[in-house]
């Protein structure tokens, strides 16, 4: 069922009856006045009051900290809905302004954007707000987000609170037997040691909940050492750090995939992560307290049955389930057929004919990689794909917040989390035109040979594709061109009928004979994997994974999933940094009688 979207609309001064607004206003006096008088409302519960702070049509957007959820509440009447069922319990405190700047991203807008620290009754929160300038000459507030950060009296041991004991000659053999759990079992299971697995071990460690990961590979790494050779991220180093240990300033600015395999080796090495490789989930049952027996396999086939009240899937969007649409005459076609995750190198089809089925990230570079080996290769197009560049949308997609001289990564995770994912989307509409006229020569030169283009969902660029199917794009670091050109030949006038004994036959009767069809064609659901190790029961009351909900929240993941104490950590390197706290934070209150999942405000 399709999303109903709310209308999200951009506080232009247009709108806001406002004809300019001086640059130089003193953002950290007015930002402090506000947030000082807000605080005074707050504390006396006024919500009349609290309200008299903003539009009518703002935007409260909360991470944990009041409601035990991601929840985003638009307008006067839900935010007064929220503050009604939650301002009191939630005894917020100690509101103090930690910065305030003035932003104008385009000419008709402008705001001061207000950081900000406050405590709750049990946690230790941040929060951000924007002012908006009124009619009047005054500034009223238009989004507020709230996050929980900390739990007071159980902080991350970082920093002051790291073990300053000195350890002679028994480290090795603490640490081996703690990865063993010869003594006790694990609080936590972990299913799958790839960035995600690592990030929320990394933060439960800090927070003193043993976890265990078991990792079917034989290395660390190894599900990015083992794609095909080609791979690289399209996304920018700063945007990729991970939690704690940020990558050398050395580092290039798009990893090479067997780059970051060596990286996830060595931070989970570096963070002392408990982690059995060569080893599989065979079997988790959910006892009548909720917690969990699971059986695990190691590689000479013994096993071990581990006790553990959480257990959290770190297996992808897709579940590593590549996804092979099936059409009639399979077993007639004499080629080679395979997912593009069984893909090495086009070192192995030398001197072959290659069908490349899809037209996203995946593709794209396999085919560049098959152009480059002398390879005669045709992509075929299913759908519409968005197309930018690297060169000239990252700067504009991420360059204020994860870029050179910016933000931090955690700061920036917060500045853009603040701003409502349909907020945000409206300011990408106008980043995507942007972008594309930037990218004007290109554009025309693949809508020339037929290539299918879109913008992103209504005009939202790549980021919105990512929100809601994890993918249908590709992030041009060159293969477009050769597209043009026709390196990379194009095939999208007709659906697959069939397989034939040589290839494909479509509908309009046309066939396609090639040695190898490689499916590029992305990833099923986790559910199948969740079904054959938890079972139908289990897989039957997950709710709906990934997608944005009503309020523009992505579903499900990092929060409750619909099973008790069953959890996803998935995402990007950037949203697995950002969400692997909130994972950890809600296990840990769970464990310390801090928050009961029946208190979510859902």
Same mark, same amino acid.
């Given at each position: 069922?399709?999303?109903?979207?709310?209308?999200?609309?951009?506080?232009?001064?247009?709108?806001?009856?406002?004809?300019?607004?001086?640059?130089?206003?003193?953002?950290?006096?007015?930002?402090?006045?506000?947030?000082?008088?807000?605080?005074?409302?707050?504390?006396?519960?006024?919500?009349? =009051?609290?309200?008299?702070?903003?539009?009518?049509?703002?935007?409260?957007?909360?991470?944990?900290?009041?409601?035990?959820?991601?929840?985003?509440?638009?307008?006067?009447?839900?935010?007064?809905?929220?503050?009604?069922?939650?301002?009191?319990?939630?005894?917020?405190?100690?509101?103090?302004?930690?910065?305030?700047?003035?932003?104008?991203?385009?000419?008709?807008?402008?705001?001061?954007?207000?950081?900000?620290?406050?405590?709750?009754?049990?946690?230790?929160?941040?929060?951000?707000?924007?002012?908006?300038?009124?009619?009047?000459?005054?500034?009223?507030?238009?989004?507020?987000?709230?996050?929980?950060?900390?739990?007071?009296?159980?902080?991350?041991?970082?920093?002051?609170?790291?073990?300053?004991?000195?350890?002679?000659?028994?480290?090795?053999?603490?640490?081996?037997?703690?990865?063993?759990?010869?003594?006790?079992?694990?609080?936590?299971?972990?299913?799958?040691?790839?960035?995600?697995?690592?990030?929320?071990?990394?933060?439960?460690?800090?927070?003193?909940?043993?976890?265990?990961?078991?990792?079917?590979?034989?290395?660390?790494?190894?599900?990015?050492?083992?794609?095909?050779?080609?791979?690289?991220?399209?996304?920018?180093?700063?945007?990729?750090?991970?939690?704690?240990?940020?990558?050398?300033?050395?580092?290039?600015?798009?990893?090479?995939?067997?780059?970051? $395999?060596?990286?996830?080796?060595?931070?989970?090495?570096?963070?002392?992560?408990?982690?059995?490789?060569?080893?599989?989930?065979?079997?988790?049952?959910?006892?009548?307290?909720?917690?969990?027996?699971?059986?695990?396999?190691?590689?000479?086939?013994?096993?071990?049955?581990?006790?553990?009240?959480?257990?959290?899937?770190?297996?992808?969007?897709?579940?590593?389930?590549?996804?092979?649409?099936?059409?009639?005459?399979?077993?007639?076609?004499?080629?080679?057929? #395979?997912?593009?995750?069984?893909?090495?190198?086009?070192?192995?089809?030398?001197?072959?004919?290659?069908?490349?089925?899809?037209?996203?990230?995946?593709?794209?570079?396999?085919?560049?990689?098959?152009?480059?080996?002398?390879?005669?290769?045709?992509?075929?197009?299913?759908?519409?794909?968005?197309?930018?560049?690297?060169?000239?949308?990252?700067?504009?997609?991420?360059?204020? #917040?994860?870029?050179?001289? $910016?933000?931090?990564?955690?700061?920036?995770?917060?500045?853009?989390?603040?701003?409502? !994912?349909?907020?945000?989307?409206?300011?990408?509409?106008?980043?995507?035109?942007?972008? $594309?006229?930037?990218?004007?020569?290109?554009?025309?030169?693949?809508?020339?040979?037929?290539?299918?283009?879109?913008?992103? *969902?209504?005009?939202?660029?790549?980021?919105?594709?990512?929100?809601?199917?994890?993918?249908?794009?590709?992030?041009?670091?060159?293969?477009?061109?050769?597209?043009?050109?026709?390196?990379?030949?194009?095939?999208?006038?007709?659906?697959?009928?069939?397989?034939?004994?040589?290839?494909?036959?479509?509908?309009?009767?046309?066939?396609?004979?090639?040695?190898?069809?490689?499916?590029?064609?992305?990833?099923?659901?986790?559910?199948?994997?969740?079904?054959?190790?938890?079972?139908?029961?289990?897989?039957?009351?997950?709710?709906? !994974?990934? =997608? #944005?909900?009503?309020?523009?929240?992505?579903?499900?993941?990092?929060?409750?999933?619909?099973?008790?104490?069953?959890?996803?950590?998935?995402?990007?390197?950037?949203?697995?940094?950002?969400?692997?706290? *909130?994972?950890?934070?809600?296990?840990?209150?769970?464990?310390?009688?801090?928050?009961?999942?029946? $208190?979510?405000?859902?």
């Amino acid at each position: 069922m399709a999303t109903t979207e709310p209308a999200a609309i951009l506080p232009t001064l247009d709108r806001l009856g406002v004809k300019s607004v001086p640059s130089d206003v003193d953002a950290p006096k007015v930002a402090a006045l506000w947030l000082d008088s807000l605080a005074q409302q707050v504390s006396s519960n006024n919500i009349d =009051g609290i309200l008299s702070h903003f539009t009518d049509d703002a935007w409260w957007r909360d991470m944990l900290a009041l409601t035990w959820e991601f929840r985003t509440f638009h307008g006067a009447t839900n935010i007064r809905k929220l503050l009604a069922d939650r301002l009191a319990p939630a005894k917020l405190s100690s509101f103090k302004l930690t910065s305030a700047k003035f932003e104008s991203p385009y000419p008709d807008l402008a705001w001061i954007l207000g950081q900000f620290t406050f405590d709750s009754d049990i946690g230790l929160c941040s929060g951000i707000f924007r002012l908006i300038p009124t009619a009047d000459g005054k500034w009223t507030g238009f989004t507020f987000y709230t996050n929980l950060e900390d739990l007071k009296g159980f902080e991350e041991k970082i920093g002051p609170r790291r073990n300053f004991l000195p350890n002679h000659g028994k480290w090795k053999d603490e640490r081996e037997r703690e990865k063993q759990f010869l003594d006790k079992d694990p609080t936590v299971l972990i299913v799958g040691g790839g960035q995600s697995g690592l990030d929320v071990a990394a933060r439960l460690k800090l927070l003193d909940i043993p976890a265990l990961i078991i990792e079917k590979n034989a290395r660390i790494g190894d599900q990015w050492r083992f794609r095909y050779q080609a791979l690289c991220l399209h996304d920018p180093v700063w945007y990729d750090h991970m939690p704690h240990m940020p990558f050398p300033p050395s580092w290039p600015v798009y990893t090479p995939a067997h780059k970051l $395999a060596g990286w996830l080796e060595y931070y989970a090495e570096a963070m002392e992560l408990n982690i059995w490789t060569s080893s599989t989930v065979t079997k988790a049952e959910q006892d009548a307290n909720n917690e969990w027996n699971v059986t695990v396999e190691k590689a000479d086939g013994s096993t071990r049955v581990f006790h553990v009240k959480h257990l959290v899937f770190a297996i992808g969007l897709g579940g590593n389930n590549p996804n092979i649409p099936e059409f009639p005459g399979r077993e007639e076609y004499q080629g080679q057929v #395979l997912h593009s995750i069984f893909h090495n190198s086009a070192k192995d089809h030398i001197g072959k004919k290659v069908l490349v089925v899809g037209a996203c990230t995946s593709a794209h570079d396999i085919c560049a990689d098959y152009v480059e080996h002398g390879v005669d290769v045709t992509m075929y197009q299913r759908d519409t794909t968005y197309i930018m560049s690297t060169k000239e949308g990252m700067p504009r997609v991420f360059g204020h #917040l994860w870029w050179e001289g $910016a933000y931090g990564p955690d700061e920036a995770d917060r500045v853009d989390a603040s701003l409502p !994912i349909w907020l945000n989307e409206q300011l990408h509409k106008r980043i995507t035109v942007e972008i $594309a006229e930037a990218d004007k020569a290109t554009l025309d030169g693949l809508k020339k040979v037929g290539f299918k283009l879109n913008y992103g *969902h209504e005009g939202g660029g790549f980021l919105s594709l990512t929100r809601r199917r994890g993918g249908g794009y590709y992030l041009d670091v060159g293969a477009s061109q050769l597209v043009i050109d026709g390196k990379i030949k194009l095939k999208n006038d007709s659906r697959i009928k069939r397989y034939t004994k040589t290839g494909f036959e479509f509908e309009d009767g046309s066939t396609f004979d090639a040695d190898v069809i490689l499916f590029a064609t992305g990833f099923a659901s986790p559910i199948t994997t969740i079904d054959r190790i938890c079972g139908a029961d289990v897989a039957s009351r997950i709710k709906p !994974i990934w =997608g #944005l909900s009503e309020e523009g929240e992505l579903r499900t993941a990092w929060r409750d999933s619909g099973v008790p104490n069953f959890w996803f950590m998935m995402g990007n390197l950037a949203w697995c940094r950002f969400h692997s706290k *909130h994972l950890a934070l809600q296990i840990k209150a769970q464990e310390e009688g801090l928050f009961r999942p029946e $208190a979510r405000y859902v």
